[in-house]
């Protein structure tokens, strides 16, 4: 299994103002992403969406979907956004 990201997940994702703290936050995301193509439900489900799921991880929120062979990074947005 694979790991796939959309454009929007990776314009959503925290480049602007700090690139020191995105470089972390972007390492700890990696790794969380690794751990979801060994075990990929273990995210939570999406209510209004039946075949996504949602990760937290630390601060951040990946919303993905689970495909026969890859897992699809739909979009990665800090919890603390109104979303």
Not at 47 to 66: Q, T
Not at 72 to 81: D, R
Request: charged share 35%.
């Amino acid at each position: 299994m694979k790991a796939t990201y959309t454009a929007r997940a990776g314009r959503d994702f925290i480049r602007k103002k700090n690139p020191q703290a995105a470089q972390k936050a972007s390492r700890q995301l990696k790794k969380s992403i690794q751990t979801l193509i060994d075990q990929p439900q273990m995210g939570m489900p999406v209510e209004e969406h039946e075949d996504f799921r949602e990760l937290v991880a630390r601060d951040y929120i990946v919303r993905y979907r689970v495909l026969p062979d890859e897992i699809v990074i739909l979009n990665i947005w800090n919890g603390k956004e109104d979303r």
